[in-house]
């Protein structure tokens, strides 16, 4: 990921308004005060509509609707005192006041009937015997289902995708424990059948039928490729873990790189990174192939929300060289984080969502400052140190939050395994599409990737486990935690000593939060 750049004095000290500075003051012996951070209004967005997704999570519409009119009308008032950010922080907290309320379900049914739905996404067997799916279109006794139902029970043959499906079951709103996740994937409501589930009929299929049978396709050719370890590498290449034991799950958290096995920013990166070698000469050539290459890699994984997420990031950031523009990460980071909570407000409380993110941030505001006092050992492997740690520093509230605990094993497994990643990832998957041409050469160019695999594996089966459990940390302890890293990074333009002493201060505060008022 590329660093930020030190912004040049020239460019953050605004000419002040009536004798003022940029940042609203005067210090004492006349000067200007620079501001405490340079403007980025995207980022502002961003934090405008976090702020009202949090807040206006819950609400009645028309609740959030006068909620939102009342921060219309503090907007207006800030655009009349002319403070720019404090305009748009309004706005976008008034649009995540409406969005999540409009993203609610208008009710919830709940109780005992017929149940009947279309399949929408590939069913999942239990060790039990029973299945889970998800239905479109459901209905309880007549009654439309808002959302998604998701339906565990047995059924008289297995179901598969696009399938008409009826049974009598209990339906039930989501467990508040999951209610949040479950939004995330448009679920509202949860059914468990009485008896057995019955196949109706199988509806014509779709485009994302298609998409589905072309990864399974795949999926099996993989398979083939790698038949030593056929689950841990479609896990890497398609983000399906389907097939992989519980102890091999289990040794790959423990040793902090389970991320290898949810494609995510560091495999869509890596092999849109390869591809775009292709396209050096001209930036906008370059940009339309990364961005073609990133939607087909989306839809070979059934659109998976982190190689969409990975993909609109790396997009918006590319756009940057075509425009001749100063890449900021920051901005690229904030659009893509706008953009889809737009689209989905529930991604927010997502696991995946937020590590991703925060894992991102975290690299741009500290690794940078990490990897300074480890220069003398190269730019490569300081940079590489300085971001693992930089991730596993950044995440901590996030690994706390959700899972009450911390893999502090990544910081050294990750500097191993990431370099590897690559070396696996790349000759897979040119492998296993050149496969489809001649079997014999991409089963020849996957040799490589399966002996990388194959280290891959042995770090995380014999790697150990050296976890910090946590308890969770409230939203004021997890926000003051990320303020602090935005403090201690160089987005602040205060000299190196100010910047550590704010940090402290507000790292501090998180751990107080955090800490005391359990």
């Known amino acids: 990921m590329p660093h930020e750049k030190t912004t040049k004095t020239t460019e953050i000290i605004q000419k002040p ?37 949090l807040l206006g999570d819950g609400m009645a519409l028309l609740s959030a609707v006068i909620s939102a009119a009342v921060l219309l009308i503090a907007a207006f008032g800030a655009k009349l005192a002319k403070k720019t950010m404090w305009v748009l922080f309004l706005l976008a907290m008034a649009v995540g006041f409406v969005r999540v309320a409009l993203a609610a379900p208008a009710s919830v049914p709940n109780g005992t009937g017929v149940v009947q739905g279309r399949i929408c996404e590939t069913p999942e067997a239990r060790e039990d015997g029973s299945w ?21 029970g047995y059924f008289s043959e297995p179901p598969a995708y696009g399938q008409i499906v009826t049974a009598t079951a209990s339906v039930t709103p989501s467990a508040e424990k999951y209610r949040l996740s479950d939004r995330y994937r448009g679920v509202f409501s949860v059914a468990f059948v009485k008896g057995t589930a019955q196949v109706v009929w199988q509806s014509p299929q779709d485009g994302y039928g298609r998409l589905l049978a072309l990864r399974e396709t795949i999926g099996s ?21 389907s097939d992989i034991d519980d102890e091999m799950l289990t040794a790959f958290r423990n040793t902090g790189i389970a991320h290898l096995l949810a494609v995510s920013g560091l495999h869509v990166s890596l092999l849109a990174a390869a591809f775009s070698l292709l396209f ?28 969409v997420r990975s993909g609109i990031m790396l997009g918006i950031g590319l756009l940057a060289f075509p425009l001749r ?17 737009l689209y989905n407000p529930y991604a927010l409380w997502n696991a995946g969502f937020q590590l991703s993110f925060v894992a991102v941030l975290s690299m741009v505001l500290l690794a940078p400052l990490l990897q300074a006092p480890l220069a003398r050992l190269g730019s490569s492997a300081s940079g590489l140190i300085g971001a693992s740690v930089a991730v596993v520093v950044g995440t901590l509230p996030t690994s706390a939050y959700f899972f009450g605990q911390a893999q502090l094993l990544s910081i050294v497994t990750n500097l191993f395994v990431i370099p590897i990643a690559g070396v696996f990832l790349i000759p897979a998957f040119l492998g296993t599409l050149l496969s489809y041409v001649s079997f014999s050469l991409g089963n020849a160019i996957c040799w490589v990737a399966r002996a990388a695999l194959d280290v891959i594996l042995s770090v995380a089966r014999f790697g150990g486990s050296i976890t910090l459990t946590l308890p969770p940390p409230n939203a004021a302890a997890y926000l003051l935690w990320l303020a602090a ?20 201060a507000v790292f501090v505060g998180s751990i107080a939060f955090w800490l005391l008022t359990k």
């Open 280 to 307: 050096r000469r001209n930036a906008w050539v370059r940009f339309a192939a990364v961005v073609l290459f990133c939607a087909a890699y989306a839809a070979i994984t059934a659109f998976s929300p982190p190689v």
């Open 17 to 53: 308004a009536s004798g003022e500075s940029a940042s609203g003051e005067r210090a004492s012996s006349g000067e200007i005060r620079p501001p405490l951070f340079h403007a980025r209004p995207v980022a502002i967005l961003a934090i405008g509509l976090l702020f009202g997704l």
């Open 132 to 152: 889970r799916v998800y239905l479109e279109d459901a209905t309880l006794d007549g009654v439309s289902v808002s959302g998604r139902l998701r339906l565990f």
């Open 485 to 504: 890293m935005v403090f201690a990074s160089r987005l602040c333009l205060r000299r190196p000593s100010t910047r550590a002493l704010l940090s402290a």
């Open 221 to 241: 050719r993989i398979e083939t490729l790698f038949p030593n370890a056929p689950g841990e590498a479609k896990g890497m290449i398609l983000g399906d873990t």
């Open 325 to 341: 523009r100063r890449l900021d990460t920051v901005s690229a980071l904030s659009a893509a984080f706008v953009l889809l909570l």
